[in-house]
Every structure is written in structure tokens, then in C-alpha cells.
């Protein structure tokens, strides 16, 4: 397995979320949406600062994606608010090197987010959702449709607004 140069992917590939925003073709008002509506709580800002400055953010997305729609944006958010880290992403289907390296149970599931410090070291990743709903659609896949799951999804991501993923990801960066 080669090492990824994420130095690289992240000045060379990969793109601020505006403009992965500008360039959607799916899902484009749930994306805006979602950045639009995120409400980050003050204790996900301490938490993302805790860690220091210089911490990236590195999301694998697909704009069709509707989990990835719902928790790139707060994440987003998160980095355009707070001072201490920096997001951007890369699109999984032209990068799929770097997909390979996070699979989800042998499957390209996205959104992937890589956390990376000052040195463009990998601190750790997350995705493809948050556990809580992960779980669910892990024990749901085969006994309900894909018609009747979606719905059911969105919802829990309606409810929960963003403070899953948020706990998640700062919680995998030792944040808590």
C-alpha cells in the first residue's frame, strides 16, 4: 500500500467547500441549505480549538451523496467559523486512491473525513455517517427498501442537526 501524499492532495486536488458547492449538480439546495441552517453549539468550537491550531479537515464526497449532504456542511461550517481548522474536500470518484484507503465495509461509501495536523499527518477519519444512524441502516438494509430507509434518514439527520457528526469528528480528534 502506498502512502498518500496529503500535502499534495490538499494544495494540489483538493477545493473549499464553496466551490465544490458552485460546481453540484444534485442535491445543490440541500448542500446550501444545510451549510445555511448549520448551527454550531459553543462547545463544538471549544472542542475543535482544544485541539490546536492547523488541524485540516479533508472530506470525500459525491454531490448525489445525501449523507454527505448533511454532514459536509456543518463540518464546513465548523472550519469557516472557528480559527483553529481548515476544510476542504475532493471528489471520491476522482480520487479513488485515496477512497481505496477508506473503505466501509468493502464498499466506497461516502462522506469519508480525514483529519490531518500541521504536518499533514492523518490524526484519524470518520464516516461514512454518524454511528448513531449508521447502526441503524446497517440493521435495516436488507429488511427495509431503499424507498421507505431514505426517508427515515433524513429525518434522524433533521432531528439531530449536525451535533452527531460534530461530536464524532472532534471526539475522533481527541477533542473531548
Excluded at 467547500?17 to 451549510?35: C, D, I
Amino acid at each position: 500500500m502506498t502512502v498518500l501524499d496529503f500535502r499534495s492532495i490538499w494544495e494540489n486536488d483538493a477545493i473549499p467547500y464553496e466551490e465544490f458547492v458552485e460546481s453540484v449538480e444534485k442535491n445543490e439546495s440541500l448542500w446550501k441549505g444545510v451549510y445555511r441552517m448549520a448551527h454550531i453549539p459553543d462547545w463544538a468550537y471549544e472542542m475543535a480549538c482544544r485541539l490546536g491550531p492547523g488541524v485540516k479537515l479533508l472530506g470525500i464526497v459525491e454531490d448525489w451523496c445525501g449523507d454527505a449532504s448533511n454532514t459536509i456542511p456543518v463540518l464546513a461550517r465548523l472550519g469557516h467559523e472557528a480559527d483553529c481548522l481548515d476544510m476542504k474536500v475532493i471528489r471520491r470518484d476522482e480520487h479513488p486512491d485515496v477512497m481505496d484507503r477508506y473503505l466501509t465495509n468493502g464498499s466506497r461509501s461516502v462522506p469519508i473525513v480525514i483529519a490531518l495536523d500541521q504536518q499533514f499527518n492523518e490524526l484519524g477519519h470518520w464516516g461514512p455517517r454518524p454511528s448513531e444512524i449508521q447502526q441503524w441502516v446497517m440493521e435495516n438494509k436488507d429488511k427495509v427498501p431503499a424507498q421507505e430507509r431514505y426517508p427515515k434518514v433524513r429525518r434522524w439527520y433533521a432531528r439531530d442537526r449536525g451535533v452527531g457528526t460534530l461530536r464524532e469528528v472532534l471526539g475522533m480528534l481527541g477533542g473531548q
